[in-house]
């Protein structure tokens, strides 16, 4: 059982991974975006007279990287089946579309992770800024978990994703929200308190400011507690593969019983 398990992830991993390798609009995402979000919100701050929050600006873009890639992944590789007219066959096949997302979705958000580097490295050409991190193993293990988290996360997205054709225009309208609400464009204390709830049940909130936190970018951190922030980031990620299992388990139960996606 643990070895087909195995046997599938890495099977959609490994193939998720060369189809991206070729992907045009993959690549924008990995290396040309977060070049663009760094450029601009760096100088916005810079603009702004907030030159202490040029590292807090480039964290934040980072992440904006690492999740484009995988809400657009999620989003692509749902209406990637739809359009093949695979997405039934997996859903009829032995094999479970929940493991085949899952690999495909980790394969696109382990090379997120470079999007991280893309935008510390355009901060230091362009910006001359100098970004030290002072607890390097804090930093990769952050990381790390963000990104497992967002793959869950994206996992979860994507369950929903199947009962939809317009998944690759739901992808673009959710991308800004969490952007917002997760204090990637600017710190969370400026937007109204009734949104904190909101804000904290998203892991990239608690992904940026750890990762603030272990380069000192010059911002009050949410919580001080380090160890807490990564096992909430944990119990979210954990949250949301239970999600992503149950609802589709529902929805694979109304596929089944109506005879096809087209009539869900």
């Known amino acids: 059982m643990?070895?087909?398990?195995?046997r599938i992830?890495?099977?959609?991993f490994k193939m998720q991974m060369r189809d991206r390798l070729t992907h045009n609009s993959f690549q924008f995402v990995?290396?040309?975006?977060?070049?663009?979000?760094?450029?601009?919100?760096?100088?916005?701050?810079?603009?702004a007279g907030k030159q202490d929050l040029s590292v807090y600006g480039i964290i934040g873009a980072g992440m904006i990287g690492v999740w484009n890639a995988n809400l657009w992944s999620s989003g692509f590789i749902?209406?990637?089946?739809?359009?093949?007219?695979?997405?039934?066959?997996?859903?009829?096949?032995?094999?479970?579309?929940?493991?085949v997302l899952f690999g495909k979705s980790l394969s696109n958000a382990l090379a997120s992770g470079l999007s991280i580097f893309v935008t510390f490295l355009t901060g230091v050409l362009v910006f001359r800024v100098s970004i030290g991190i002072e607890r390097p193993g804090l930093f990769i293990?952050?990381?790390a978990l963000a990104i497992f988290a967002m793959t869950c996360l994206g996992l979860l997205i994507g369950t929903l994703f199947m009962l939809t054709r317009a998944?690759?225009?739901?992808?673009?309208?959710?991308?800004?929200p969490i952007f917002i609400l997760s204090g990637l464009t600017f710190p969370i204390t400026t937007l109204p308190l009734w949104t904190r709830p909101f804000s904290f049940g998203l892991a990239t909130t608690w992904a940026n400011d750890t990762l603030a936190q272990t380069v000192n970018a010059g911002l009050p951190p949410l919580s001080s507690n380090v160890a807490g922030n990564l096992l909430w980031m944990f119990a979210l990620a954990i949250g949301y593969l239970l999600a992503a299992h149950f609802l589709f388990r529902r929805i694979e139960n109304l596929v089944r019983r109506?005879?096809?996606?087209?009539?869900v």
Do not use: C, H
């Open 167 to 176: 998944a690759g225009n739901m992808a673009q309208v959710l991308n800004y």
């Open 2 to 6: 643990i070895q087909n398990t195995w």
């Open 30 to 47: 990995l290396f040309v975006q977060p070049v663009l979000f760094t450029l601009l919100t760096v100088g916005l701050y810079r603009f």
């Open 258 to 263: 109506m005879g096809g996606l087209d009539k």
């Open 141 to 143: 293990a952050s990381l």
């Open 78 to 99: 749902v209406d990637g089946e739809r359009r093949s007219n695979t997405l039934e066959l997996l859903l009829a096949s032995p094999s479970s579309i929940e493991l």
């Open 9 to 12: 992830i890495v099977g959609a």
